[in-house]
């Protein structure tokens, strides 16, 4: 450092000499000092809507141990967002801001107590605004506008699909059914909050540590929103502490770092808080939903209209993506011939709203479930037979344009009505107990990336050297689901070696190939068809090397148990590491990519790329609970859960996360719920958050159906995520087979069933939910023609499958 003295947005610096004596920075020859890793902190606004007059950060800036402090004024004026079509946020807000806890201005300093304490001496004049903080209350004040864009005052998103008339499928239907549900919205609630460490390099290039899913978009949006080549940019997911949908998006506090870093010189860690994580968490959208569905005598779907209203909050974030997954997916399992979808996503100023575990589809799965169970009480029939009759048939497609191909949710049914005994006991329970079954399906992959192009989804690199050592390269995070170890299988089975002879390298944009994140349950399915790929191209040159040793065709030869040899004559061979070397010596470095994209089978209608997968997971729940008709408390006594996971690559892990899943829908269905007071969340800690613990945690059966899907790496699906969609609906259908009362909005707690249970002694309707719909208009549906039961190709042509 050649100045005594470091500028800072304007603002001396010590010298130094008492510098050190403050940071504890080491002082080598002359002026060369190494930088110590400085700590940041976010003001967050206090108001849920308002305008910025004015900020003044010079007595922050004054404060001892300050390294700096920036503002929205200090970055580029550019807009960000994690889909294309909703660029609308800014890492720190410079003239309003939209919710409690957007980041206003963000403080680099020796420590994080030091920090603290700069960012409440930076004064911030608001203008306060009429805040909105519901979908009514939204769509009731257009002349208050959150954002300036969308499809209407408000309205974020607006869809209407239609696929084949409904109404006639109505008129000639024994029994038509109109309900309406809501679930209220959650978070994701992971051990680790969110944190990023950035440090902009002497050679004026950024590294970004960061607790994401997504490191990839991640590094795209940092060079938009700072203005350099993503060349100089290198982002580093660090191992994740949990996510579940939480860590997707990019987020202020990773951008101010990496400012903060550019300006100061050094590291800077910036790590929130629980409460913050609350407020920033883009987690579970509350979506109002009107059902409408048509059936015959025997219980057969004749046509199915959808309504959903989303509160987004006040950010797009996935938004445009979770509207479409609300109405996606009810064809994909079951037989629904004519379906129309109308959905909206409002704007508000709570925090804005994204992708959590089944991102968009839990609450649909529970209205459409909990209508299943009514109807089959009005037709006499048993809720798992009536599921039973209508489910999808494999290798068609549905009526909007969906390919399933295979499909075990016949099998998951089976197993779990024969493994809970429901069949002989649901007539013999005691009063106050009762058994509740559901069904669901989903993605294993999303068959689109969140920006459109004709690239590679996933890419894996496998290279061997003369040591034998064997390393995968991935852009995919491992967020706990266990997908590095996957990745250890899938090359091992290749290579005949065992998964701890390789070691994998994760998700470092530098020095991984580009992996689109973990979402979707996407990881196995897409990076694992690019794993093998890659290793089957290094089998085959090995084999080549090996085959002119001995003198005998590569078509003959067999890689198994860490050895090559001629199939039939195991002595005839050498070990791998002997192999390897024989292939670096015939063809130089071993070291060979390959590449995933999906099937193209989007339909060929605008929203039609949200939906599709190159497969659909399935699965079937059964639980039992108790309902203290005292005290409205509901207790899960047992549950089995059958799900159509393709193959169990390892059933272990499979296993933990089907009973993960059912661990989160359990908390969503009786008492989770992000609720807010005058613009602040009534509860933004771990000890009023209430989630279950292993004392509110039933026995769980798990059962694993295989059905070797075409499309997945050696018959594998997905199984993160689609377990927890029918727990939800199964515990809601339980209470109403235990007491006969009906709650039909999400979470299912005591005071609700209490007021149901007081409705029943009345002689009223024992129903508590949603009692009125939003005064809203949905544009002119799209007409697109059915394509219900239309034959579907068993296997379809992937890009870069060669």
């Known amino acids: 450092m050649k100045s005594d003295k470091l500028s800072v947005i304007g603002q001396s610096l010590p010298k130094i000499d008492a510098w050190a004596k403050v940071t504890g920075e080491t002082r080598f020859a002359d002026d060369m000092?190494?930088?110590?890793?400085?700590?940041?902190?976010?003001?967050?606004?206090?108001?849920?809507?308002?305008?910025?007059?004015?900020?003044?950060?010079?007595?922050?800036?004054?404060?001892?141990?300050?390294?700096?402090?920036i503002t929205g004024h200090d970055l580029p004026r550019v807009k960000f967002g994690i889909l294309p079509v909703s660029q609308d946020e800014e890492a720190l807000c410079v003239d309003k801001v939209r919710m409690v806890g957007d980041a206003v201005a963000a403080v680099a300093a020796v420590d994080e107590e030091t920090a603290e304490q700069a960012t409440r001496l930076i004064e911030v004049e608001y203008e306060p605004l009429k805040p909105l903080m519901s979908i009514e209350e939204a769509l009731a004040s257009p002349d208050v506008r959150i954002h300036e864009y969308g499809d209407g005052p408000n309205v974020h998103k607006a869809v209407s699909l239609q696929f084949g008339d409904v109404e006639a499928a109505f008129a000639g239907s024994d029994l038509?059914?109109?309900?309406?549900?809501?679930?209220?919205?959650?978070?994701?609630?992971?051990?680790?909050?969110?944190?990023?460490?950035?440090?902009?390099?002497?050679?004026?290039?950024?590294?970004?540590?960061?607790?994401?899913?997504?490191?990839?978009?991640?590094?795209?949006?940092?060079?938009?929103?700072?203005?350099?080549?993503?060349?100089?940019?290198?982002?580093?997911?660090?191992?994740?502490?949990?996510?579940?949908?939480?860590?997707?998006?990019?987020?202020?506090?990773?951008?101010?770092?990496?400012?903060?870093?550019?300006?100061?010189?050094?590291?800077?860690?910036?790590?929130?808080?629980?409460?913050?994580?609350?407020?920033?968490?883009?987690?579970?959208?509350?979506?109002?939903?009107?059902?409408?569905?048509?059936?015959?005598?025997?219980?057969?779907?004749?046509?199915?209209?959808?309504?959903?209203?989303?509160?987004?909050?006040?950010?797009?974030?996935?938004?445009?993506?979770?509207?479409?997954?609300?109405?996606?997916?009810?064809?994909?399992?079951?037989?629904?011939?004519?379906y129309k979808f109308e959905g909206a996503r409002i704007f508000t100023n709570k925090p804005p709203c994204g992708p959590k575990r089944g991102h968009g589809t839990p609450q649909p799965r529970f209205a459409v479930e909990c209508q299943i169970d009514k109807a089959a009480l009005q037709l006499g029939l048993d809720p798992a037979d009536m599921r039973r009759r209508n489910l999808a048939e494999p290798f068609t497609k549905t009526a909007n344009h969906l390919t399933v191909t295979t499909i075990g949710l016949g099998e998951c049914i089976d197993r779990v009505v024969e493994a809970s005994g429901w069949r002989e006991k649901r007539s013999t329970l005691p009063p106050g107990r009762g058994m509740g079954i559901a069904c669901s399906s989903y993605l294993t992959g999303a068959g689109t990336a969140i920006y459109w192009n004709d690239m590679p989804h996933s890419g894996v690199v496998v290279r061997a050297d003369r040591s034998g050592l064997?390393?995968?390269?991935?852009?995919?995070?491992?967020?706990?689901?266990g997908s590095d170890s996957v990745l250890a299988y899938l090359v091992a089975e290749v290579l005949g070696i065992q998964p701890k002879d390789i070691r994998v390298h994760p998700a470092d944009?530098?020095?991984?190939?580009?992996?689109?994140?973990?979402?979707?349950?996407?990881?196995?399915?897409?990076?694992?068809?690019?794993?093998?790929?890659?290793?089957?191209?290094?089998r085959d040159r090995i084999f080549e090397a090996v085959a002119r040793k001995l003198e005998v065709p590569a078509e003959r030869l067999v890689a198994r148990d860490r050895r090559v040899f001629v199939e039939g004559d195991r002595d005839r061979g050498l070990s791998f590491a002997q192999a390897v070397v024989l292939g670096e010596s015939m063809h130089g470095v071993l070291a060979f990519p390959g590449s995933y994209a999906p099937p193209q089978r989007a339909g060929k209608y605008k929203g039609g790329g949200v939906g599709p997968s190159p497969c659909y997971s399935y699965s079937a729940c059964?639980?039992?609970?108790?309902?203290?008709?005292?005290?409205?408390?509901?207790?899960?006594?047992?549950?089995?859960?059958a799900h159509d996971v393709g193959r169990a690559l390892n059933p272990v892990l499979v296993e933990g996360q089907v009973e993960g899943s059912v661990y989160m829908g359990l908390g969503e269905v009786l008492m989770e719920e992000q609720v807010f007071r005058?613009?602040?969340?009534?509860?933004?800690?771990?000890?009023?958050?209430?989630?279950?613990?292993?004392?509110?945690?039933?026995?769980?059966?798990?059962?694993?159906?295989?059905?070797?899907?075409?499309?997945?790496?050696?018959?594998?699906?997905?199984?993160?995520?689609?377990?927890?969609?029918?727990?939800?609906?199964?515990?809601?259908?339980?209470?109403?087979?235990?007491?006969?009362?009906?709650?039909?909005?999400?979470?299912?707690?005591?005071?609700?069933?209490?007021?149901?249970?007081?409705?029943?002694?009345?002689?009223?309707?024992?129903?508590?939910?949603?009692?009125?719909?939003?005064?809203?208009t949905f544009p002119a549906p799209r007409a697109v023609e059915s394509a219900f039961g239309l034959p579907a190709e068993a296997i379809s042509v992937r890009p870069f499958g060669k």
């Open 33 to 69: 000092v190494l930088p110590r890793m400085a700590h940041g902190k976010i003001l967050r606004s206090p108001h849920p809507h308002a305008l910025i007059r004015r900020i003044d950060t010079a007595r922050a800036v004054a404060l001892p141990g300050v390294y700096a402090v």
């Open 678 to 776: 005058k613009g602040v969340h009534k509860f933004p800690s771990m000890l009023e958050y209430k989630s279950p613990t292993t004392l509110e945690t039933p026995e769980i059966h798990t059962i694993l159906v295989e059905t070797d899907d075409p499309e997945g790496p050696y018959g594998a699906k997905e199984a993160g995520q689609g377990p927890l969609l029918p727990v939800i609906p199964a515990v809601a259908n339980a209470v109403h087979d235990a007491v006969g009362v009906r709650i039909d909005e999400i979470p299912i707690t005591p005071d609700k069933v209490i007021r149901a249970l007081d409705l029943k002694r009345q002689g009223k309707t024992p129903r508590v939910g949603p009692e009125r719909l939003p005064l809203f």
């Open 176 to 338: 038509v059914r109109e309900d309406v549900f809501y679930f209220e919205g959650n978070t994701h609630l992971p051990m680790e909050q969110h944190a990023a460490v950035a440090h902009w390099g002497p050679d004026d290039k950024l590294t970004l540590w960061s607790s994401t899913q997504t490191p990839h978009y991640v590094h795209r949006l940092l060079g938009k929103i700072l203005d350099v080549p993503q060349a100089h940019i290198r982002v580093v997911a660090a191992p994740v502490g949990g996510g579940f949908g939480g860590k997707l998006d990019p987020f202020a506090h990773e951008i101010a770092a990496c400012k903060l870093s550019q300006l100061t010189g050094r590291p800077v860690k910036i790590t929130l808080t629980r409460e913050e994580v609350f407020y920033v968490h883009r987690g579970r959208h509350p979506v109002l939903m009107w059902v409408k569905t048509g059936f015959t005598k025997d219980g057969a779907i004749t046509g199915m209209h959808f309504r959903s209203w989303l509160d987004g909050g006040a950010y797009g974030s996935y938004g445009v993506a979770s509207t479409f997954y609300t109405g996606a997916l009810q064809t994909v399992t079951y037989k629904i011939p004519v």
């Open 509 to 538: 944009t530098d020095l991984t190939p580009v992996d689109l994140g973990s979402y979707s349950s996407r990881v196995t399915l897409m990076a694992g068809h690019a794993a093998i790929q890659a290793a089957t191209r290094l």
């Open 470 to 481: 064997v390393a995968v390269l991935s852009g995919a995070t491992d967020i706990g689901q």
């Open 622 to 641: 059964v639980v039992e609970v108790d309902v203290d008709v005292e005290t409205g408390e509901v207790k899960p006594r047992e549950i089995w859960i």
